[in-house]
Every structure is written in C-alpha cells, then in structure tokens.
C-alpha cells in the first residue's frame, strides 16, 4: 500500500471516530445518558478518544482535548432549515484540521484552547449558513474565509 493510500486510510478511520463522539453526543439525549456535557467528555477522554465535540444546536458547541476545553455560543442567523447542519459541522471540523495539519492523534491532543475555540466557531459559522438556506446546501470554503 502506498503512503497516500495509508494516510487516506489514517484519515478515514479518524475521521470515523470523530463522527461516532459527535454523533453520540448528538443523536443520544444527554439526559438519557444522565451525564453533563463534561462528565461525557471526561469519559470519552478517558477510553483514548483525543478530541470530544458536542453539538447542541441553538445552544452553541462545546469541545474538550486532554489539555483544554472550550465553548463557542450560537451563531446568529435566520434559520431558514437546519437539514445538513450537523454534517456541515462535522465537515468543517475535519476540513479545518486537515488544513492546520492537525488531523492526527498528536494533532488532536495538541490544540491549545485558543485553537479548539476558532476550530468550533469555524464549524459553528459553517453550519449557521447551511441552516440560512433550504435544504442541506453546504458552504464553499470561500463563505468560511
């Protein structure tokens, strides 16, 4: 296999646990789990995951590595359909780290709380123009710029 090849592989496969934590916390009401946001978070981090991300919508998003943790609140638009937010956010989250060079274990342990804010307010502001659409109509990267 190529080296291309494995890298692609490496992402996929981290890109796949990345959308399992977000779509556990999404999909699974919190209350269900009976847990806080952090209590989540704290156990996601303590099975290995590197980067815990949280969604909730009108509420904002929340993000947590083994370093630090942060908060981005909502972003304001007139929602026009929220079809494809939840997927716009997840593909600025990876779009985003792959363009800092951060799309790795290492590189998901290393963002500092700075890093992880602009990382959920770059997915937050993705995700706020596909809800001021109709239908799941995602950004080009030069709205997010």
């Known amino acids: 296999m190529s080296l291309k090849k494995i890298s692609l592989v490496l992402a996929l496969a981290l890109a796949m646990a990345l959308f399992a ?3 556990l916390g999404r999909y699974l009401s919190l209350d269900y789990l009976q847990q806080s946001h952090t209590a989540f978070a704290e156990q996601a981090l303590g099975h290995g995951v590197k980067l815990v991300v949280v ?3 009108a509420k904002g998003a929340w993000g947590w590595n083994a370093r630090t943790q942060a908060h981005v609140g909502r972003v304001a638009v007139d929602v026009v359909d929220t079809v494809g ?3 716009t956010f997840q593909a600025a989250m990876l779009a985003w ?3 800092h060079d951060l799309l790795s274990p290492e590189g998901l342990e290393s ?3 700075e890093s992880l804010y602009e990382l959920l307010l770059y997915c937050a502001n993705a ?3 596909t809800c001021s659409r109709r239908g799941a109509d995602m950004p080009r990267l030069h709205e997010l710029t």
């Open 127 to 129: 995700a706020a123009i």
């Open 85 to 87: 937010a939840g997927d």
């Open 21 to 23: 934590v977000l779509d």
């Open 97 to 99: 780290l792959a363009q």
């Open 111 to 113: 963002l500092a709380c």
């Open 55 to 57: 969604t909730g919508g």
